[in-house]
């Protein structure tokens, strides 16, 4: 594959628009909406930052109250509105709204497969990358605390493991990721495999 130091915008495009690879036994794209039951369409946004010397990805705490997802880490985003124009669009808007990184400072890049959670959220997780300098501003009801992590550490697809939990009377499956005390798991490590699975294939 190529490495995380030597990406730029054009080729994590090309990677990203290419066929994704066939699911492996750790991929979590299974459905989770019944057939015919209603989605609630979102999308969020996967930050690569370019820092100097090494690609970072930006992440999200979400605060301890709310009542979706409290306290896990996340990528920015939310549910599309009526205004939004397109996927990217609504990734872009939540992203300002949750923590201040302008537009302008995004280009989108791609796509990853749609993501389906148990809650009834069907997610399009939309690539963008990052050029600094930007100023954050935390939206202090949802957004608790934001970090980055090197890109190599996520693109390493051996670092993903698979859990299991019980939830009304079914076992659930999720991919976790620790990455230096923190937990990543369930939607956002996901998302994290499937790129580091489109990477590994297509660079």
Same mark, same amino acid.
């Given at each position: 594959?190529?490495?995380?130091?030597?990406?730029?915008?054009?080729?994590?495009?090309?990677?990203?628009?290419?066929?994704? =690879?066939?699911?492996?036994?750790?991929?979590?794209?299974?459905?989770?909406?019944?057939?015919?039951?209603?989605?609630?369409?979102?999308?969020?946004?996967?930050?690569?930052?370019?820092?100097?010397?090494?690609?970072?990805?930006?992440?999200?705490?979400?605060?301890?109250?709310?009542?979706?997802?409290?306290?896990?880490?996340?990528?920015?985003?939310?549910?599309?509105?009526?205004?939004?124009?397109?996927?990217?669009?609504?990734?872009?808007?939540?992203?300002?709204?949750?923590?201040?990184?302008?537009?302008?400072?995004?280009?989108?890049?791609?796509?990853?497969?749609?993501?389906?959670? =148990?809650?009834?959220?069907?997610?399009? =997780?939309?690539?963008?990358?990052?050029?600094?300098?930007?100023?954050?501003?935390?939206?202090?009801?949802?957004?608790?605390?934001?970090?980055?992590?090197?890109?190599?550490?996520?693109?390493?697809?051996?670092?993903?493991?698979?859990?299991?939990?019980?939830?009304?009377?079914?076992?659930?499956?999720?991919?976790?990721?620790?990455?230096?005390?923190?937990?990543?798991?369930?939607?956002?490590?996901?998302?994290?495999?499937?790129?580091?699975?489109?990477?590994?294939?297509?660079?």
């Amino acid at each position: 594959m190529t490495s995380p130091v030597q990406l730029t915008p054009a080729v994590l495009r090309e990677s990203l628009a290419r066929t994704a =690879p066939p699911p492996d036994a750790r991929d979590l794209h299974m459905s989770f909406i019944p057939a015919g039951a209603k989605a609630t369409e979102a999308a969020v946004l996967v930050p690569i930052v370019n820092r100097k010397g090494a690609l970072q990805v930006l992440l999200t705490q979400r605060t301890s109250h709310l009542s979706d997802h409290a306290g896990q880490i996340s990528f920015p985003g939310g549910r599309v509105e009526l205004e939004d124009a397109s996927r990217e669009d609504t990734a872009l808007r939540e992203t300002e709204e949750e923590i201040g990184l302008a537009r302008t400072r995004v280009t989108i890049v791609g796509r990853l497969p749609l993501y389906e959670i =148990p809650s009834g959220f069907r997610i399009t =997780p939309i690539v963008g990358w990052v050029e600094p300098p930007f100023d954050l501003k935390l939206d202090a009801f949802e957004v608790a605390s934001v970090f980055e992590a090197p890109l190599a550490h996520f693109v390493d697809a051996g670092r993903y493991q698979r859990r299991e939990y019980r939830f009304k009377g079914r076992h659930r499956h999720y991919m976790a990721i620790p990455y230096q005390g923190r937990y990543i798991w369930g939607a956002t490590a996901g998302m994290l495999y499937s790129l580091a699975r489109m990477l590994n294939a297509n660079g």
